[in-house]
């Protein structure tokens, strides 16, 4: 009699089994693709891309920081938006991460700017160019996250 229960038992769990991976039943390790979430790093990207854009038109002895505060603070609160957008998302640790990497860099850059009182070319290129790697990579990590079908 156990032998046949154990039996039953096996089987029943096989079936169980056997109906949730029919069923397309799936373990989901990452956040959902968002569109505005995408949407979102884009138009960042634009902003920052718009700013050294403006500041490598200005002239090297023209670039003080009082010029460009307002707009440093415009785009990290525009950053400072999407990091807590992907915190808030379940299962988001690594575009947290990415975004909060992107945030960091921009305080960084604004704080040299702040202390120095300049920006030079090659700096402002080098800059630009790791932000357009930076967002790169984030848009890539939220693209990744649409289902393929």
Request: charged share 35%; with cysteine.
């Amino acid at each position: 009699m156990k032998r046949n229960v154990s039996k039953n038992s096996a089987i029943l769990c096989l079936l169980v089994l056997l109906t949730l991976f029919m069923s397309g039943c799936s373990l989901q390790l990452v956040a959902p693709f968002d569109a505005r979430t995408e949407e979102q790093i884009f138009n960042d990207a634009r902003l920052v891309d718009q700013f050294y854009g403006e500041l490598q038109e200005t002239p090297e002895q023209g670039r003080s920081y009082q010029l460009f505060g307002p707009k440093y603070r415009e785009i990290e609160v525009e950053l400072r938006s999407l990091v807590l957008r992907n915190k808030v998302r379940k299962l988001n640790e690594d575009s947290t991460e990415i975004s909060q990497k992107i945030l960091d860099q921009w305080g960084k850059c604004k704080e040299r700017h702040k202390k120095l009182d300049a920006y030079k070319d090659a700096v402002a290129e080098l800059d630009r160019d790791r932000f357009r790697r930076m967002f790169e990579y984030a848009a890539r990590a939220e693209g990744a996250k649409i289902p393929a079908d």
